[in-house]
């Protein structure tokens, strides 16, 4: 298996442009998450999603940021208007919980790096 | 939410040294995995380890849920072995079925 698919890898923008980060989950996976890494947060979950369906968005920062999961091998993260302080890593991870209680091993892809001039 | 401490926060090590990471949790938990990011970013699921122990080579670890604690082991460290390791935790039920909180992670650096 080719692992989960991120793209693009690196992404410079300019601030008020609209960013979408493109994630292709493992063949066969159900849940797939967005995360965030800085430097002065760390790596943050913003939302999942189950069998495409998004579970839970707590971690999303603010209206500017969205994500959606039209089908089973294809997520986004968009956001609209970028700013400078949303310059990150931004990763997308999958996992087929398989009726453990507590989850199951998840999967991360490569990262797209975000500047936001 | 619950919290997530990992200490040391940083450890230099001398290649073939052998080291222990310590990942402590504030509340129980049904998921607990630990992740190695090398120094391009990737990161790498190491364990999945809610409880017992295991090992794979030269790496094993602990977790006594009980205590709220878990350890990873490092023998005979090679410098591959950099980057920054990270413990998360799962709660049990509702919204968080599958969903990790991430410690701040200790950085290791390893020397020939």
């Known amino acids: 298996d080719a692992g989960v698919i991120q793209s693009p890898r690196h992404e410079v923008t300019e601030m008020g442009q609209e960013v979408t980060l493109r994630c292709k989950p493992i063949?066969?996976?159900?849940?797939l998450f967005w995360y965030r890494q800085t430097m002065m947060r760390g790596l943050e979950l913003l939302i999942y999603f189950n069998n495409n369906v998004p579970i839970d968005d707590s971690g999303m920062p603010e209206d500017r940021f969205s994500a959606k999961m039209p089908n089973a091998s294809f997520s986004t993260l968009k956001i609209q208007p970028s700013e400078p302080r949303d310059s990150a890593v931004y990763f997308c991870?999958?996992?087929?919980?398989?009726?453990?209680?507590?989850?199951?091993?998840?999967?991360f892809g490569p990262g797209t790096r975000l500047l936001v001039l | 939410g619950i919290q997530v401490e990992q200490s040391p926060p940083d450890l230099i090590l001398q290649e073939g040294a052998n080291s222990t990471l310590r990942c402590n949790f504030s509340d129980s938990v049904n998921n607990l995995q630990w992740f190695h990011q090398n120094p391009w970013g990737q990161l790498i699921n190491l364990f999945y380890i809610p409880s017992g122990t295991k090992q794979n080579g030269r790496l094993s670890a602990t977790t006594v849920a009980t205590e709220r604690y878990s350890l990873l082991y490092i023998s005979s460290s090679q410098t591959t072995d950099s980057g920054v390791y990270f413990c998360?935790?799962?709660?049990?039920?509702?919204?968080?079925?599958?969903?990790?909180?991430f410690g701040q992670g200790t950085i290791l650096t390893v020397h020939p």
């Open positions: 063949s066969g996976h159900d849940y």
């Open positions: 991870a999958s996992s087929s919980i398989q009726g453990r209680p507590g989850g199951e091993t998840q999967y």
């Open positions: 998360a935790v799962g709660r049990p039920g509702g919204t968080s079925y599958g969903k990790l909180t």
